[in-house]
C-alpha cells in the first residue's frame, strides 16, 4: 500500500482499532452487515442534505463549504479522537490538492453539536505521523492483536477477530 492509498477510514481504524485497520486493508469489509454502521448511514443520509461529497480517491469528505472547511457528519454523541484524526487527514489530502483547508467541523446530528478544529502546523504534523502509522500497520504480515473483547463491542468485526 503507498501513501497516497490511505484515506480516512484507515486512519478512523488506526486510533480505533489496529487490527481492524489490518484486516480493512486486506479487503475485509464486514461493515454493511452491522447495525451501528447502518445507522451511522442513516443519520448521515438523513443530514445536511443539500450537501454534496468530495472524493479525493482513497478519502471521500461528507461535504466542504465556501470558506475551505471540511464538514463531517458523525453518527456518534461526542467527539473521539479516531473523529477528529479522521477530519485532520481530511485537510492534509485537500492540502496536498492545493485546496487550503482552513480546518475541519465534526457535526454531531444526535446532540446538535459541533466540533471546530483548525488546521495548523501541529494538524499537518499529526497527519504525517498518522500516515505513516497507518502503513506501518498494514505492511506488517500478521495482524496486529485483538483488543479486549469489551472493547469490541458494537464493532462488525467482532466476529471476525473473536471465531477461535
Request: aromatic residues 8%; charged residues 25%; proline residues 5%.
Amino acid at each position: 500500500m503507498r501513501e497516497a492509498d490511505i484515506g480516512g477510514v484507515h486512519i478512523k481504524y488506526l486510533y480505533h482499532c489496529k487490527r481492524q485497520l489490518w484486516l480493512y486493508a486486506r479487503g475485509v469489509r464486514p461493515e454493511h452487515l452491522n447495525t451501528a454502521v447502518q445507522l451511522g448511514e442513516a443519520v448521515h443520509d438523513t443530514s445536511y442534505q443539500r450537501s454534496s461529497p468530495v472524493d479525493l480517491g482513497a478519502a471521500r469528505l461528507d461535504h466542504m463549504d465556501g470558506q475551505q472547511w471540511v464538514h463531517e457528519v458523525k453518527s456518534s454523541t461526542r467527539p473521539t479522537p479516531a473523529d477528529e484524526a479522521q477530519a485532520i487527514h481530511y485537510c492534509y489530502r485537500l492540502h496536498e490538492v492545493d485546496v487550503p483547508a482552513q480546518g475541519a467541523v465534526l457535526h454531531y446530528p444526535k446532540t446538535r453539536r459541533t466540533k471546530k478544529i483548525v488546521y495548523g502546523a501541529s494538524e499537518v504534523e499529526q497527519a504525517l505521523a498518522d500516515v505513516q502509522k497507518a502503513l506501518a500497520v498494514v505492511s506488517a504480515d500478521t495482524p496486529p492483536p485483538r483488543l479486549t473483547r469489551s472493547a469490541c463491542r458494537g464493532c462488525s468485526f467482532l466476529d471476525y477477530c473473536w471465531s477461535d
